[in-house]
């Protein structure tokens, strides 16, 4: 702590701040952490082909919505549906290749890698939070209009 | 510590990897994202399962058969989701002790989300195989 004229000055911020001026230990990443990223390796990949299958189907369903001979107001929440599952998808299906080709990496002993995997982790979780967000909302939508068409149905009925 | 060969085919110390602010910082924002990837899987897990209970004509026909595929699929969901959380949750939370000192933390954080690549591999083919079947149905 700095000397100071008076001996009851409440401590200042640097004096609390002990990492201020000393350099900080390297945030090293242990070989067994390595290790498990190599191991996740094969899992990565295989996400990778059934997101990939998912958004084959995804454009199979928007074919199939499309080709339906129905009013097209109709279709605009089915579609939204889609355009946002194809979207995410998509993005799940370039951070996942990302974080596979990293994790191959690391397979082949090139431990820098980590690096890109850690960035590949935030963006794929990222995309992730943004797909559970809107996937809720749709669903929240769509039962909110399944309860809205039943009470339409009652008064009709009534 | 690990050894790379070289061309005499001896083989050297490697140093071990180290990660820089800004790759510290992509951990740290990671470990957030899935900590909200967990809260809002649960909260979707919850809303499906209670919708199942208030609207059971979902999972109902008016003849009062239970539609299998329906219910199968509310299941599978919920119980993917309800894993897919538990692994990320304590994704987040082995980050964070990382972050604060506690280097084989990482380990086990990386050792849960192979775990969750694993689990969230058999959800998303299920997943895109009960599409390609109710495309297939409406074609």
Known sequence: ?158 | MTTTELDDGTSEPQQPVALTDWQLGRLRKAAGWARFVAIGGLTAAGLAAAATFVFPEQIITSDGVVVVSQLIDVIVFCASTIGAAVFLSRYGRNVTLYLTGDPPALTRAFRHVRRFFMLWTFAAGFAALMQFLSVWKNF
Request: hydrophobic content about 55%; charged content about 20%; aromatic content about 6%.
């Open chain 1, 1 to 158: 702590m700095a000397i100071t004229t008076n001996p009851f000055e409440p401590p200042r911020t640097l004096d609390l701040d002990a990492a201020s001026g000393a350099p900080r230990e390297p945030m090293v990443v242990p070989k067994a952490a390595l290790n498990e990223l190599a191991d996740g390796a094969a899992w990565v990949r295989r996400l990778a082909r059934v997101t990939a299958a998912f958004l084959a189907v995804d454009v199979l369903s928007a074919i199939a919505t499309l080709s339906r001979p129905v009013d097209p107001m109709m279709m605009i929440t089915p579609l939204l549906g889609i355009a946002a599952d194809t979207t995410i998808a998509a993005l799940l299906l370039m951070s996942l290749r990302r974080y596979a080709y990293a994790s191959e990496r690391i397979q082949r002993g090139d431990d820098s890698a980590v690096g890109q995997i850690v960035g590949a982790q935030s963006y794929y979780f990222k995309v992730t939070a943004i797909a559970v967000v809107l996937g809720t909302c749709l669903w929240l939508w769509k039962v909110i209009a399944y309860v809205v068409a039943c009470r339409l149905r009652l008064e009709h009925g009534a």
